[in-house]
């Protein structure tokens, strides 16, 4: 069991409990998945970089990636439906606890200017998205193997439909959310 996932079973699951005044503790919220997710626009024209994304993804999270298909013809940006434009992977259990605490403890401190994460990235069912403009402040992504820079989407997944309880959640867990404006 990851570090994280025992904190959250010895100590955070009953402080939140608390803190959010539920009867039981099986209504107390937690993870489900995260989505890993990058587009390569690129690759309409060079198939290379979606290899390359591929294996980023996949020396990052561990999974080999799936890749995601275009659903509608552009003819604006030569693309054809049906046609490969990104990767996703879906992170699920152990993994998925190890992968947010390695986002936590060393890849947002290693982030360019970063004063904390925005409070906008929550949608109306608690869930909670990360966008990264380089893949390089990953420890595992030497930069001898960039082949040219992407950006990443992470998208972290709640089984609570409330966004108060879902960021007490992710504050509980260790994100680093910016301050309020007072």
Avoid at 35 to 55: M, P
Avoid at 133 to 150: C, K, L, P, R
Wanted: hydrophobic letters at 35%.
């Amino acid at each position: 069991m990851s570090r994280l996932q025992e904190k959250y079973q010895a100590e955070l699951r009953s402080q939140l409990k608390e803190s959010l005044g539920v009867a039981n503790i099986h209504q107390v919220p937690k993870l489900t998945k995260i989505v890993v997710n990058t587009g390569v626009g690129r690759a309409t024209q060079d198939s290379k970089q979606l290899e390359a994304a591929e294996g980023t993804l996949a020396k990052i999270t561990g999974q080999k990636p799936i890749q995601t298909k275009a659903r509608h013809s552009i003819a604006g940006f030569k693309l054809r439906e049906g046609q490969a434009v990104g990767t996703k992977v879906t992170l699920r259990g152990e993994r998925m606890y190890d992968f947010l605490d390695r986002v936590i403890s060393i890849v947002l401190p290693r982030t360019r200017d970063f004063r904390g994460l925005s409070l906008n990235g929550f949608d109306p069912q608690g869930n909670y998205s990360i966008g990264l403009d380089d893949q390089s402040v990953f420890a595992e992504i030497s930069f001898e193997d960039i082949v040219a820079t992407h950006g990443l989407q992470i998208s972290i997944v709640t089984d609570t439909l409330d966004r108060d309880a879902s960021r007490a959640l992710l504050q509980s867990l260790g994100l680093p959310f910016e301050k309020e404006a007072k």
